[in-house]
Nanobody, 114 residues
Framework: VQLVESGGGLVQPGGSLRLSCVASGSIFSIKAMGWYRQAPGKQREFVAGITSGGSRNYANSVKGRFTISRDNAKNTVYLQMNSLKPEDTAVYYC?????????WGQGTQVTVSS
């Protein structure tokens, strides 16, 4: 299985971005998927997760601002990020939920700055 993230960029505070993660392989539809992030000088942390049945969970820091979703037909998981704050600046990764360290990809950089 390979996980490839995209959609990051530079955005002003209060702006929005949508991240995508495409998974190779046929197991995607049965796996819970998650988004994680790592800010400079900090440990990687959980952001949001979604089960195969669509149940969701979020870190307190992003509740009400971020939405995770999935399209099993496209083997893709999304992270819609609204009302972005400078403290959301990080490299964002997708992985299984809970994560499997075997499958960390390159991530996608999100920078929130004016």
């Amino acid at each position: 299985v390979q996980l490839v993230e995209s959609g990051g960029g530079l955005v002003q505070p209060g702006g929005s971005l949508r991240l995508s993660c495409v998974a190779s392989g046929s197991i995607f539809s049965i796996k819970a998927m998650g988004w994680y992030r790592q800010a400079p000088g900090k440990q990687r942390e959980f952001v949001a997760g979604i089960t195969s049945g669509g149940s969701r969970n979020y870190a307190n820091s992003v509740k009400g601002r971020f939405t995770i979703s999935r399209d099993n037909a496209k083997n893709t998981v999304y992270l819609q990020m609204n009302s972005l704050k400078p403290e959301d600046t990080a490299v964002y990764y997708c992985n299984f939920w809970p994560y499997d360290s075997t499958y960390w990809g390159q991530g996608t950089q999100v920078t929130v700055s004016s």
